[in-house]
């Protein structure tokens, strides 16, 4: 099968382990809203994964969800996950950002094994992201919460209408939802 991409129901709260094993032709997932877990090489070996927009309820990455996603650049781990297993995302050779919005993530030994020395983790001062960067070798830069591109996880730089929200922002007019601006 060449499956390419996968919009799921917000229905489904459990998905299995390996589900997407191997499944190189996918591009693009739609996870469904209220999953809680990204399940163990769930996507492992799926090189030709652009993007992913994990979850706001999603607590936990496991063991090589995402090893071996060479197409992945940039991932954005919301405030909601807590743990990131072992080798969540090892040889991810092409990823360059990884935005940890949670100040006190528990990440697991060897999380970004062989993703290149272009490996820019964004994070909280103080963070558990931020020693676990240094203790690996990682650049790191803190986050600016004020900035709307670093605040909202739908909101990215270089988007025409960046400059529209941060004016509402700024000015307290609207304050999105949550990790959204929506």
């Known amino acids: 099968i060449k499956l390419s991409s996968m919009k799921m129901p917000n229905n489904i709260t459990k998905l299995g382990e390996g589900i997407f094993d191997g499944c190189s032709d996918l591009k693009e997932v739609d996870l469904p809203d209220y999953m809680t877990l990204i399940p163990t090489r769930m996507f492992y070996n799926c090189k030709n994964l652009k993007a992913i927009e994990i979850p706001s309820q999603v607590t936990a990455i496991q063991s090589e969800a995402f090893s071996n996603c060479s197409g992945l650049k940039t991932v954005r781990i919301p405030v909601s996950v807590r743990t990131i297993e072992y080798k969540a995302f090892a040889d991810c050779g092409n990823l360059n950002t990884v935005f940890v919005m949670n100040e006190n993530a528990n990440l697991g030994t060897e999380v970004f094994k062989n ?10 001062e103080k963070s558990t992201a931020q020693i676990y960067a240094m203790q690996n070798g990682h650049a790191y830069e803190f986050l600016d919460m004020s900035k709307v591109t670093d605040y909202f ?9 960046v400059n529209a929200v941060q004016f509402v922002f700024d000015r307290e007019l609207m304050s999105g939802s949550g990790e959204y601006f929506n």
């Open 115 to 124: 993703t290149g020395s272009n490996l820019l983790i964004r994070c909280h």
């Open 153 to 161: 996880a739908d909101v990215a730089v270089g988007k025409w209408f």
